[in-house]
């Protein structure tokens, strides 16, 4: 079965930081680009970050630039998404997603995990 399963998310304070991962299981990680998206309440998928499968190329949302790193570990089957000084408008429930393409638009996706909440408040 393939599949992605995030971990990592939780409640932090302002200037927090938290450290997402995203694992593969059923097929080969690094023969996929992966994409980082987010959504909050009220609010359309956004996307944070990409990454291409060798992980020589990145992308970041302007939002985000500066603040998130988007690594991969294909060794381990791994993606990461290290995010430092988050602030209240980063809460919304993370997903990571698998594709062809390190892009940021949600449509080039084509398998996509569960997700997991991350809630930035004091």
């Known amino acids: 079965q393939l599949q992605l399963v995030e971990s990592g998310g939780g409640l932090v304070q302002p200037g927090g930081s938290l450290r997402l991962s995203c694992a593969a299981s059923?097929?080969?990680?690094?023969?996929?680009?992966i994409g980082w998206f987010r959504q909050a309440p009220g609010k359309e998928r956004e996307g944070v970050s990409c990454i291409s499968s060798s992980g020589g190329g990145t992308d970041y949302a302007d939002s985000v630039k500066g603040r998130f790193t988007i690594s991969r570990d294909n060794a381990k089957n791994t993606v990461y998404l290290q995010m430092n000084s988050l602030k209240p408008e980063d809460t919304g429930v993370y997903v990571c997603?698998?594709?062809?393409?390190?892009?940021?638009?949600?449509?080039?996706?084509?398998?996509w995990g569960q997700g997991t909440q991350v809630t930035v408040s004091s």
């Open positions: 997603a698998a594709g062809p393409r390190w892009v940021l638009r949600p449509y080039e996706y084509g398998l």
């Open positions: 059923g097929f080969t990680l690094g023969d996929h680009a």
